[in-house]
């Protein structure tokens, strides 16, 4: 079993920034592809980016490509997403979500694990 844990989400202005972590339990956290996903209200819920075992296979959607960045210390057994550059369809709840396999796909139904989320709100 993995516990994870999201924060840092808040309400921020459009062009602002926001760092998102991603709190781990266990001690198998690099066994795991993590991966960051979005849901705002009334839509289906949408991959944002995600990051392999190692960390050194990293993908995103096209929408954040050059505004966010995703990050894992195994050592720490954390996962962050910093977002910069926000935009208002930014807004959305944030799941935090590993993956038994080593590399991180897009699709939901690959992760078995998730957290609670944590709110993101980007003003215009």
């Known amino acids: 079993q993995v516990q994870l844990v999201e924060s840092g989400g808040g309400l921020v202005q459009a062009g602002g920034s926001l760092r998102l972590s991603c709190a781990a339990s266990?001690?198998?956290?690099?066994?795991?592809?993590m991966a960051w996903f979005r849901q705002a209200p009334g839509k289906e819920r949408e991959f944002v980016a995600g990051i392999s075992r190692s960390g050194v296979s990293i993908r995103y959607t096209d929408s954040v490509k050059g505004r966010f960045t995703i990050s894992r210390d195994n050592a720490k057994n954390t996962v962050s997403l910093q977002l910069n550059s926000l935009k208002p369809e930014d807004t959305a709840v944030y799941y935090c979500a590993a993956s038994l396999r080593s590399l991180a796909a897009p699709a939901g139904s690959e992760y078995k694990y998730w957290g609670q989320g944590t709110q993101v709100t980007v003003s215009a």
């Open positions: 266990g001690r198998t956290f690099s066994s795991y592809a």
